[in-house]
């Protein structure tokens, strides 16, 4: 019994361990994010040079109303933005959607996890 204790025990602290790490990740998410700000919105507007990235883990690419002037590359793509397809796209969007506008790249891995962690946040 009290072996069972420790190991759930040690369970939870591992996963409290585990979220701490994760909203750390997001903080420099956030951090590194400061850099998309000139043309992407956390608020829900969109701004001329790019849409809201507010609630966009989970959502289809091209889908804001507000904003007018996504790319027909992406419009076309049939992607949803997961983590993973996030993460494939700021590492390379000329490479992963032929034809986007999004110029920017993040190659940097740590950099480009941490922004997507930031961004899972945005609900």
Request: net charge positive.
């Amino acid at each position: 019994m009290t072996h069972r204790i420790v190991s759930l025990a040690m369970l939870s602290l591992c996963g409290a361990l585990s979220l701490s790490a994760h909203a750390q990740t997001a903080q420099e998410g956030k951090a590194a994010f400061v850099a998309c700000t000139g043309c992407h919105s956390v608020d829900g507007s969109a701004k001329p040079t790019g849409p809201t990235l507010k609630g966009i883990v989970g959502r289809k690419a091209a889908s804001v109303a507000a904003y007018r002037n996504y790319s027909a590359a992406l419009r076309g793509s049939k992607i949803t933005w997961t983590a993973q397809e996030l993460d494939a796209y700021l590492k390379a969007p000329s490479t992963r959607v032929k034809g986007t506008t999004m110029m920017i790249a993040t190659p940097d891995e740590k950099r480009r996890k941490a922004i997507v962690a930031y961004l899972a946040t945005l609900k």
